[in-house]
T-cell receptor
Framework: GAVVSQHPSRVICKSGTSVKIECRSL??????MFWYRQFPKQSLMLMAT?????????EQGVEKDKFLINHASLTLSTLTVTSAHPEDSSFYIC???????????FGPGTRLTVL | ELKVEQNPLFLSMQEGKNYTIYCNYS?????LYWYRQDPGKSLESLFV?????AVKQEGRLMASLDTKARLSTLHITAAVHDLSATYFC?????????????FGKGTHLIIQP
């Protein structure tokens, strides 16, 4: 299947700092990518839809000024957690939608710990 | 608001047994997905079901979809330890963007020798 990578896989930061997470589709062009968040032992929650060349669409309750999404190219979307706080600690997973197919391919995830 | 409910949320079973995981969703959806997640890992795609009556099988896993009842099942046949994982169903719709997935809470499956 298609490959989606995320970087970094794990990050620990201090409260108040910003963290950028990259999501790349390695073997196809993705006009649409998605960002999900998963708290321990819970399900995945859709945070936002990232559209190449346009603004992201955020889910209700997700602060767009806190979670900045940039989909600068057809293979790269970035999520920046600004002024991170301990409650932002979570597993962040991106997915990419391959045009013409019905599958979302998920990245390996980024575990964020905010101290 | 689209809701996806799975049951059971936790299942412990012995190798060799059969069992079924159920997934109900609240509103019409285009597609239903089943994923597997191992601890600390991301999601592995198992099945995508598109139409009423769709049935797909891979190894010891079989998924079906009844769109009229808004119900999907994931059936495990003659379980083996390697199938221990958390299984999620998810449907499209209910989100702000096209094709964003709404997930069930997951079924944590433990298969004991």
């Amino acid at each position: 299947g298609a490959v989606v990578s995320q970087h970094p896989s794990r990050v620990i930061c201090k409260s108040g700092t910003s963290v950028k997470i990259e999501c790349r589709s390695l073997d196809f062009q993705a006009t649409t990518m998605f960002w999900y968040r998963q708290f321990p032992k819970q399900s995945l929650m859709l945070m936002a839809t990232s559209n190449e060349g346009s603004k992201a669409t955020y889910e209700q309750g997700v602060e767009k000024d806190k979670f900045l999404i940039n989909h600068a190219s057809l293979t790269l979307s970035t999520l920046t957690v600004t002024s991170a706080h301990p409650e932002d600690s979570s597993f962040y997973i991106c997915s990419a939608l391959q045009p013409g197919l019905l599958l979302q391919f998920f990245g390996p995830g980024t575990r964020l710990t905010v101290l | 608001e689209l809701k996806v409910e799975q049951n059971p949320l936790f299942l412990s079973m012995q190798e060799g047994k059969n069992y079924t995981i159920y997934c109900n969703y609240s509103t019409t959806s285009d597609r239903l997905y089943w994923y597997r997640q191992d601890p600390g890992k991301s999601l592995e795609s198992l099945f995508v079901l598109l139409s009423n009556g769709a049935v797909k099988q891979e190894g010891r896993l079989m998924a079906s979809l009844d769109t009229k009842a808004r119900l999907s099942t994931l059936h495990i046949t003659a379980a083996v330890h390697d199938l221990s994982a958390t299984y999620f169903c998810a449907v499209t719709g209910g989100g702000g963007g096209a094709d964003g997935l709404t997930f069930g809470k997951g079924t944590h499956l433990i298969i004991q020798p």
